[in-house]
């Protein structure tokens, strides 16, 4: 009978042991499913109003294009493109100074020189063309 006793004894030590490394684990493993559920649907600027700057991992962005070597820009030896001026523009602007820009000297009796001329090319505005057609 003593000996059953004994036995019965170290299994309940045994038991307690197992309650109290039971009891750790569990609060081991609730923490553990809460760091984990942040992985499993994190929110970021895709799926909710969180902007980018703030998006965990995100992402580098690496370009496709394969490194040339060279600087931006053109290159010398390249012939460039301009936008070509035209014969006949259909405004003609003469800006006169009224006065030197050093002394403040009125310059009205000066004959004026000729110091160069550039042409600005505009888009003219998109309008809406309505055609009432009746009969």
């Known amino acids: 009978m003593i000996a059953k006793v004994d036995s019965l004894m170290k299994r309940v030590q045994q038991l307690e042991?197992?309650?109290?490394?039971?009891?750790?684990?569990?609060?081991?493993?609730?923490?553990?499913?809460?760091?984990?559920s942040k992985y499993e649907h994190p929110k970021n600027s895709n799926?909710?109003?969180i902007p980018p700057s703030k998006d965990?991992?995100?992402p580098k962005r690496k370009s496709l294009r394969e490194k040339s070597g060279l600087k931006p820009g053109?290159?010398?030896?390249?012939k460039g493109n301009t936008l070509k001026m035209v014969e006949t523009p259909n405004f003609t602007e003469e800006h006169m100074p009224l006065y030197c820009n050093c002394c403040g000297e009125?310059?009205?009796?000066?004959?004026?020189?000729?110091?160069g001329k550039r042409q600005?090319?505009?888009?003219p505005k998109i309008e809406i063309k309505v055609t009432e057609h009746q009969m």
């Open 47 to 49: 799926n909710s109003s």
């Open 106 to 115: 009125s310059l009205e009796n000066v004959p004026a020189e000729f110091m």
């Open 74 to 78: 053109g290159q010398k030896g390249r």
């Open 56 to 58: 965990e991992n995100r």
């Open 120 to 123: 600005v090319s505009d888009i």
């Open 17 to 36: 042991h197992f309650e109290v490394e039971n009891k750790k684990l569990r609060i081991e493993n609730t923490d553990l499913k809460h760091r984990l």
